[in-house]
């Protein structure tokens, strides 16, 4: 009987926080079509859709959040993101500040090969994401200066990318979970085994597939799975040095 009380309790605590960190306006959804979008490697799209979230209201300072590779402006509203600085008297309180959450190109609810190019669609880098990005603030929603760009991991990079495309459209930048470095090493090596295992799946048909490779799913699973080994034996052979006297573990990262 203790027991289930105390779970309960456990429950109906979460269930408090949970709202507690939900509570900042809804969020809003829209689209917008860049049109004439030039990709890096000279292509055009004459009509590039780009989805978009956004957080608070048009006259608060505007703030741009760029969400990781795989993910989408969804994948930035949980409760150990969104909760933690949207809300009231938080960092980026939503009452003060306007939230922009961009899906990137390839990603949510924007433009992307599976809305019916294919490989036909144009190859795109970060930079071409990133210029995405800024015409979707500065002509989609008429913001001529950001208050902050922040960014985890992929948006991270995209966070480095805004500091060298276009300097002065803000005045603080946050990138986390990256460097400004190109991808190397096992990085690189899981993310190319993952493209040729696809490539080479006889349902991939040279890009001009019917249905989601079978492969891709295996694919995936090796990249899920090949991620916490490697770092469990990057940390066995590679120790981290003795933590500093006085460090917190909220701040070892």
Known sequence: MIGSRAALSAALMMVSVTAMAADYPAPKEGDWIAKDFKFHTGEVMPELKLHYTTIGEPSGRPVLVLHGSGGSAASMLTPTFAGELFGPEQPLDASKYYIIIPDGIGHGKSSKPSDGMKTAFPKYDYEDMVDAQYRLVNEGLAIKHLRLVIGNSMGGMHTWVWGVRYPS?????????????????RNWMLRRVMLETIRNDPDYNRGNYTSQPRMMKYAIAAYRFARPAARSAIRRWHPLPPRPTGWSTSSSR
Request: hydrophobic letters at 60%.
């Open 169 to 185: 459209f803000m005045d603080a930048l946050v990138p986390m979970a990256s460097q400004p470095t190109e991808m190397a090493a």
